[in-house]
């Protein structure tokens, strides 16, 4: 499985995941260190708007890494997906 394989599987599957858990979910047109943003809008509940960028690492099997170019993004999360190649094994 190439990599460009395991980062469209990986990335579906979390955003899957964070839709699942009543999340929006946008994706960057350029990826310039963040991979998705989660958003809740609350308007409808007298809330504000609220997002997070996400910074995703997908691999087929636990993999763990950090990078210093990440800081300078305030509130980033990182996000890791493991074992993308079997559906019922993966996690993330």
Not at 9 to 23: A, F, K, P, T
Request: with cysteine; glycine share 6%; net charge neutral.
């Amino acid at each position: 499985m190439d990599g460009q394989t395991v980062e469209i599987i990986g990335r579906n599957y979390l955003v899957s995941m964070l839709v699942r858990d009543g999340l929006e979910v946008a994706r960057p047109e350029r990826d310039r260190g963040v991979d998705l943003i989660a958003y809740l809008d609350l308007e409808k509940t007298g809330g504000s708007f609220t997002a997070c960028p996400i910074q995703m690492k997908a691999a087929t099997r636990s993999s763990f890494s950090l990078f210093q170019k990440y800081t300078k993004f305030s509130r980033l999360l990182l996000a890791y997906v493991w074992h993308v190649q079997n559906p019922d094994e993966a996690c993330a």
